[in-house]
């Protein structure tokens, strides 16, 4: 299993970063990759959600069905948990943990099982991976503070 776990202070205020990363739909906007995701039901994550997500990596578009399997908001931290149901074999966490008044620490993990041939491929997978995963919380700080002061 290759198990991957970034994390970047933003400066943005938690509760403004967490409606963009608990919401699906802005997926496309900051993840590598994402050619397309739905949701169901629409709107901020929930327990039970159902995703759909078409991921292009190395070369390769694949479907991903997955459900978000555990969702917890509150002042401090706010996290969810999901995992795939059809597709790459994967799981993960996306965690807000609020610093300050307008900052926070946000924590993407993720959880991938290979499987067959795959396995030759891990060195391979977590290099790439680890990259996209620290491009997709560059993007998403700047997406959050460029949307901040919008709202303010």
């Known amino acids: ?9 933003v400066a943005v205020p938690a509760v403004a970063v967490w409606q963009v990363l608990a919401d699906y739909h802005c ?15 629409s709107g901020i994550a929930a327990p039970g959600a159902r995703t759909d997500e078409r991921y292009r990596f190395a070369g390769r578009t ?14 401090a931290v706010s996290r969810l948990r999901w ?5 790459t074999d994967a799981d993960g966490e996306r965690q807000v943990r609020a610093t300050g008044a307008d ?6 993990v993720l ?8 396995i030759l491929l891990a060195p391979l997978v977590r290099l790439l991976m680890a990259g996209r995963l620290r491009g997709d919380l ?4 700047a997406l959050t503070a460029a949307a901040v002061p919008a709202a303010r």
Do not use: K
């Open 1 to 9: 299993m290759i198990r991957l776990s970034v994390e970047r202070v």
């Open 27 to 41: 997926d496309a906007q900051w993840r590598a990759g994402v050619r397309s995701m739905t949701v169901e039901p």
């Open 62 to 75: 694949t479907r991903n069905i997955g459900e978000v399997l555990d969702v917890q908001t509150g002042p």
């Open 83 to 87: 995992r795939t149901t059809a597709g």
């Open 103 to 108: 900052s926070c620490r946000v924590l993407l």
């Open 111 to 118: 959880r991938i099982r290979l499987h067959g041939a795959e």
């Open 138 to 141: 560059a993007r998403l700080a």
